[in-house]
């Protein structure tokens, strides 16, 4: 398995509390990726990051920043919890982008916002 | 909007058959990926098929991918209760996409013992 550890696993806090997930990569691929997951549905693109301090919006991006001080690490900062964000929330990392490269997937955290 | 959209979305079959799952996307690809997950786990990667490609086989896995209809399927030969999860296909338009995959619902797969 790729070394992907999220943090936390699990999160309950209460609407319009800031919340933040971590991401550690030990492969030091370039491109990192946070989705979310919502029952029955596959996964939307939050933000993105090509490299440290290079970060893009995805699909789904209102209501979330993104931070990449490190290579290894990526951080999805909920500023104010609305229950909408109530997820499952994935990071994936891969080494390159243009050429086809497959992404490899955290085990995800999942988030209840009450 | 998804690009991709897995049908059937859910299939229940018994060990031994063979399980097929189809996806149709929307626009130009450079290739398609198919991933499974695990009840509670992240996805896992299974095999890529590039545009110019027209089968991949790997292991029990065969893929299939036809541009002209934009479409792709995913057969599982022999299936195992080990298959049982969801699969994922995404489309990845390549070049100055960042690597970014867009993927669809899924087809949740259920294999009964």
């Known amino acids: 398995d790729a070394g992907i550890t999220q943090s936390p696993r699990h999160k309950v806090t209460e609407t319009g509390t800031p919340v933040t997930l971590r991401c550690h990569q030990t492969?030091?691929?370039?491109?990192m990726y946070w989705y979310r997951q919502d029952p029955g549905h596959g996964l939307r693109l939050i933000h993105y990051?090509?490299?440290?301090?290079?970060?893009d919006k995805g699909e789904v991006s209102d209501g979330y920043s993104v931070s990449r001080s490190k290579t290894e690490d990526f951080l999805l900062t909920l500023e104010s919890a609305t229950s909408s964000q109530t997820s499952v929330y994935f990071c994936?990392?891969?080494?390159?982008?243009?050429?086809?490269?497959?992404?490899?997937f955290g085990d995800g955290t999942r988030l209840s916002i009450l | 909007s998804q690009q991709g959209e897995e049908d059937p979305q859910a299939l229940s079959i018994q060990e031994g058959e063979n399980a097929t799952m189809n996806c149709s996307y929307k626009?130009?690809?450079?290739?398609l990926q198919w991933y499974r997950q695990n009840s509670g786990r992240g996805l896992v990667h299974l095999i890529l098929?590039?545009?110019?490609?027209r089968e991949k086989h790997s292991g029990r896995l065969r893929v299939t991918l036809d541009t002209s209809k934009k479409s792709s399927s995913l057969l599982i030969t022999a299936s195992r209760a080990a298959d049982t999860a969801s699969y994922f296909c995404a489309t990845d338009a390549g070049r100055g996409n960042a690597g970014k995959s867009t993927f669809g619902d899924g087809t949740t797969l259920t294999v009964k013992p």
């Open positions: 626009t130009s690809i450079n290739n």
């Open positions: 990051s090509y490299g440290v301090k290079d970060t």
């Open positions: 098929i590039r545009s110019n490609e």
């Open positions: 994936a990392i891969s080494r390159e982008s243009g050429a086809a490269q497959p992404q490899h």
């Open positions: 492969e030091n691929h370039r491109y």
